[in-house]
């Protein structure tokens, strides 16, 4: 007969055989399951689709999510800017409140950032109803110039008490678009430098839109910056693309250890890598694209953030995983100012559409994205260790 040791040796070993194998990556911790924020609805018997998310956290540690909520999906839908605000790192959140909408015409592109003041800018660019950047069944494509009804416009808007009132919005046309070009944008956020030799300056990412014959068009990145807390703007010198051929897209941005600027964006010519350019005069001239080898992305936007907490500083990069489809969304980090890239791990297995990565107040980073095919914006946290970086 077994003693009592004898017979807890062998109810041990035989609960070990039949307990399933669990790899160490699955026992870890895991980013917390995602929140809905918006979701496709019907609303008086009208079809709302949301997307193009932007996300910030004020100075007091609220989070403000932007979207465009659209009549169905299409880029250009009587588009409206709406908006959900959290007090508690995201867990919890506020009702869909309206910021701006302009009727039948489409407003774009959400992109706000945050001052050292505590003002929060929200950037957006207006489409005139039919008009489209390049022509399609059911748009014209926009002209260049200002000031005619197929024009389209620059607007900003400033918030004083973290989003819960708004501004009206501003024409900054004239100081964001370029007379020759048809359109801008840049969904996401911009950045307020702390480098003292451009301490204060804010920055907000531009993707041009230049005409392409009378039906098509080309992109060119390049930045938007202020000195005088958003009062007036100065636009930057186009990035230079290798041997003049190529285009880059959507963009976001990040100010290094260094004081230098890190610009990322998405190809426009549908390649698999991002490009990405360099500034060291505060972003009044960059250094020709280049690309971004060591992950794979589709076609589509992708966020990066500078993440300091606790003796930490690292760059965190989340983008789709693919070649082709927006699956498999995961973090990539570098501890180099982006001269290297490691895989930190997938935190969407599924789609991963346009995202938005922020530093939360109690140091934990939160996303927000575009998922379902664009049916669903959501919203999950998580921690460094959560990601496996150590």
């Known amino acids: 007969m077994l003693n009592n040791l004898g017979l807890a040796l062998v109810t041990g070993l035989l609960f070990t055989a039949l307990a399933p194998f669990v790899p160490a990556e699955e026992t870890a911790s895991r980013p917390k399951e995602p929140i809905v924020l918006f979701e496709y609805e019907t ?10 998310p932007s996300l910030v956290k004020t100075n007091s540690g609220a989070l403000l999510a932007v979207a465009e909520r659209r009549l169905g999906l299409h880029d250009h839908s ?20 309206l910021v701006v909408e302009a009727g039948g015409d489409s407003l774009n592109d959400p992109c706000m950032v945050v001052l050292d003041t505590g003002r929060i800018l929200l950037r957006y660019t207006h489409f005139p109803r039919g008009v489209h950047a390049r022509k399609t069944d059911h748009t014209v494509q926009a002209k260049t ?13 400033h918030s004083d008490d973290e989003g819960k ?25 911009g950045i307020q430098l702390k480098a003292r030799s451009h301490s204060g300056r804010i920055i907000l990412p531009l993707y041009e839109v230049y005409p392409l014959g009378e039906e098509n068009r080309f992109t060119k990145n390049s930045v938007v910056y202020s000195d005088d807390g958003g009062e007036s703007w100065t636009l930057s010198k186009n990035i230079p693309e290798p041997n003049d051929f ?40 960059w250094s020709t694209h280049t690309y971004l080898t060591e992950f794979v992305t589709p076609h589509c936007m992708a ?11 690292l760059l965190l990069h989340c983008a789709a995983n693919t070649r082709r489809w927006r699956l498999h ?13 490691l895989t930190a791990r997938e935190i969407e297995p599924e789609y991963l559409g346009y995202n938005v990565l922020c530093q939360l107040e109690n140091g934990r980073i939160g996303c927000l994205y575009e998922t379902e095919d664009c049916l669903k914006i959501v919203f999950t946290e998580f921690s460094l260790s959560d990601l496996h970086i150590k």
Do not use: C
């Open 145 to 157: 110039g200002y000031g005619g009804p197929e024009n389209v416009r620059v607007f900003l808007m």
């Open 246 to 285: 190529g285009y880059g897209d959507e963009a976001q941005l990040v100010e290094l250890d260094n004081g230098k600027l890190l610009l990322t964006s998405r190809d426009h010519d549908g390649g698999i890598y991002r490009k990405l350019s360099r500034s060291t005069d505060g972003g009044e001239t």
């Open 329 to 341: 969304g995961t973090i990539f980090y570098s501890r180099d100012n982006g001269h290297h890239w």
């Open 303 to 313: 966020s990066i953030l500078r993440y300091q907490h606790e003796g930490e500083d």
């Open 43 to 52: 609303i008086d018997g009208e079809d709302y689709g949301y997307r193009i």
């Open 78 to 97: 009587e588009n409206d800017l709406v908006m959900r605000r959290s007090t508690d790192n995201g867990q919890t959140w506020t009702p869909i409140e």
């Open 165 to 189: 009132t708004w501004s009206e919005p501003r024409d900054m046309t004239r100081q964001m678009r370029r007379e020759s070009a048809i359109s801008i944008g840049s969904p996401g956020v």
